[in-house]
């Protein structure tokens, strides 16, 4: 298995905490917080939001989450300027995040995608992914 | 700009300091003021943080808002007495601090909070770097002049609902102009996080004295925040209604309220709040 491949059964596994962290930080049911639904669109998050559910999680998991991580991960091996030019996510990094964010639907992924825009398409299952790949990096950096 | 690090700046002196790590200050409260909501305390002990903070980015920076978690308060704030204040920053970066702070008077906690979290946003917005250097500096030394904080307005608040053991929604009326938003900021004036929680301390004291039928001279004070966020900036002249919904009898004499800030439908500010009874105390 590669480092970025991440099993259903491992989602699943984590889903239940970080559903709870997510209706902890947005004040919302936990009913509510389906492994597809839009943080952003679907359960009404700010950008605030998303700092306080990171460090939630990080509290919540016993884990180190760097900042902006999903976003620098999203980027890959790409250079900045090879993923977004002037705010605009370029060809390139379209195909890179349609990739990394495997779990958003398709047609969530309008172009032209402005770089400030990405945090709309997050799910609960990205924070997931999240979590599994910060335990990842903890475990080898072990 | 009158106001300007007077009306709403409450570290006196920073007297120990390890930029970006770690800080101890006081902020002494004027003997003259009527009333110093404990809340503030929370403000004068996130406020040293924030110095605490910005000082290792050079000012570039400044945290605005956020998130308090396990906040409790302990004794009241009596004007005249000094608030001896210290912080740790768990973590630092250009996107967010993380501390833990504590007031005290005389060794006896007024507040302790831990995992507030704050976003760093461009200090150019809300107030000058050069001013907030020169400000740090005078701070740092000799310490500002005692005496510059006065009272701040009483909450404009009508109660328009009120249903006991269950919910009390309000009405706040953010004033358009006080002298608090000429240093909370100059560049560009927020109603001031803990003067919200503040107000929803002062309707949620009333909803758990109208809940139960309490023995004769209870008395009521807020405990607990376990958490409460500010999702957005709430600026002069704005109406915000307010709710607290009763959740859980929390322990003995304490009562867990869930509170929420709206304004124009929008979710300004979320969280939870314990109130404790104090029978003939």
Same mark, same amino acid.
């Given at each position: 298995?590669?480092?970025?491949?991440?099993?259903?059964?491992?989602?699943?596994?984590?889903?239940?905490?970080?559903?709870?962290?997510?209706? @902890?930080?947005?004040?919302?049911?936990?009913?509510?917080?389906?492994?597809?639904?839009?943080?952003?669109?679907?359960?009404?998050?700010?950008?605030?939001?998303?700092?306080?559910?990171?460090?939630?999680?990080?509290?919540?998991?016993?884990?180190?989450?760097?900042?902006?991580?999903? =976003?620098?991960?999203?980027?890959?091996?790409?250079?900045?300027?090879?993923?977004?030019?002037?705010?605009?996510?370029?060809?390139?990094?379209?195909?890179?995040?349609?990739?990394?964010?495997?779990?958003?639907?398709?047609?969530?992924?309008?172009?032209?995608?402005? !770089? !400030?825009?990405?945090?709309?398409?997050?799910?609960?299952?990205?924070?997931?992914?999240?979590?599994?790949?910060?335990?990842?990096?903890?475990? *080898?950096?072990? | 700009?009158?106001?300007?690090?007077?009306?709403? *700046?409450?570290?006196?002196?920073?007297?120990?300091?390890?930029?970006?790590?770690?800080?101890?200050?006081?902020?002494?409260?004027? /003997?003259?003021?009527?009333?110093?909501?404990?809340?503030? /305390?929370?403000?004068?002990?996130?406020?040293?943080?924030?110095?605490?903070?910005?000082?290792?980015?050079?000012?570039?920076?400044?945290? =605005?808002?956020?998130?308090?978690? @396990?906040?409790?308060?302990?004794?009241?704030?009596?004007?005249?007495?000094?608030?001896?204040?210290?912080?740790?920053? #768990?973590?630092?970066?250009?996107? !967010?601090?993380?501390? %833990?702070?504590?007031?005290?008077?005389?060794?006896? *906690?007024?507040? $302790?909070? @831990?995992?507030?979290?704050?976003?760093?946003?461009?200090?150019?917005?809300?107030?000058?770097?050069? /001013?907030?250097?020169?400000?740090?500096?005078?701070?740092?030394?000799? #310490?500002?002049?005692?005496?510059?904080?006065?009272?701040?307005?009483?909450?404009?608040?009508?109660?328009?609902?009120?249903?006991?053991?269950?919910?009390?929604?309000?009405?706040?009326?953010?004033?358009?102009?006080?002298?608090?938003?000429?240093?909370?900021?100059?560049?560009?004036?927020?109603?001031?996080?803990?003067?919200?929680?503040?107000?929803?301390?002062?309707? !949620?004291?009333?909803?758990? /004295?109208? %809940?139960?039928?309490?023995?004769?001279?209870?008395?009521?004070?807020?405990?607990?925040?376990?958490?409460?966020?500010?999702?957005?900036?709430?600026?002069?002249?704005?109406?915000? $209604?307010?709710?607290? @919904?009763?959740?859980?009898?929390?322990?003995?004499?304490?009562?867990?309220?869930?509170?929420?800030?709206?304004?124009?439908?929008?979710?300004?500010?979320?969280?939870?709040?314990?109130?404790? %009874?104090?029978?003939?105390?």
């Amino acid at each position: 298995m590669s480092q970025d491949e991440i099993k259903k059964e491992e989602i699943l596994e984590v889903f239940p905490t970080v559903a709870k962290t997510i209706a @902890d930080a947005l004040g919302c049911d936990v009913d509510d917080v389906k492994l597809n639904v839009s943080l952003i669109e679907g359960l009404d998050a700010e950008s605030i939001d998303f700092l306080d559910l990171v460090f939630r999680l990080e509290r919540s998991f016993k884990l180190k989450i760097p900042r902006g991580k999903i =976003v620098e991960d999203s980027r890959g091996d790409l250079s900045e300027a090879e993923f977004e030019q002037k705010g605009i996510v370029t060809p390139a990094g379209m195909e890179r995040l349609r990739a990394f964010l495997s779990e958003v639907p398709a047609d969530r992924f309008s172009t032209p995608m402005k !770089a !400030a825009d990405i945090p709309r398409l997050f799910t609960a299952e990205t924070f997931c992914k999240l979590v599994i790949r910060a335990r990842r990096a903890g475990a *080898s950096a072990a | 700009m009158q106001g300007h690090f007077s009306a709403f *700046s409450l570290v006196d002196r920073i007297t120990e300091l390890e930029a970006g790590k770690r800080a101890k200050g006081y902020f002494d409260v004027p /003997a003259h003021v009527t009333r110093f909501p404990i809340s503030f /305390a929370a403000e004068a002990a996130g406020q040293l943080a924030a110095w605490a903070s910005m000082v290792h980015l050079d000012f570039g920076l400044r945290p =605005v808002a956020g998130v308090a978690a @396990d906040l409790r308060f302990g004794i009241p704030v009596c004007p005249g007495k000094r608030l001896e204040l210290e912080t740790t920053i #768990g973590h630092l970066d250009t996107e !967010a601090v993380r501390y %833990s702070a504590r007031a005290s008077i005389d060794g006896v *906690s007024v507040i $302790e909070l @831990d995992h507030s979290v704050g976003p760093m946003l461009p200090m150019e917005g809300f107030d000058s770097p050069q /001013a907030m250097r020169e400000r740090f500096e005078l701070i740092r030394g000799k #310490g500002a002049p005692a005496g510059r904080f006065t009272d701040v307005p009483e909450h404009d608040l009508e109660i328009v609902e009120l249903v006991p053991n269950e919910r009390l929604r309000a009405i706040l009326r953010v004033p358009r102009e006080a002298l608090f938003f000429n240093d909370h900021f100059p560049r560009r004036p927020v109603f001031p996080g803990t003067m919200l929680l503040d107000a929803q301390i002062t309707i !949620a004291l009333k909803l758990a /004295a109208e %809940s139960r039928a309490w023995p004769p001279g209870t008395s009521f004070a807020a405990s607990l925040v376990p958490d409460m966020k500010m999702r957005a900036f709430v600026p002069p002249g704005e109406i915000v $209604e307010l709710q607290i @919904d009763f959740e859980a009898d929390s322990g003995e004499n304490r009562i867990m309220f869930k509170t929420a800030a709206r304004v124009r439908g929008k979710r300004a500010g979320m969280g939870t709040l314990e109130i404790e %009874s104090r029978v003939g105390r």
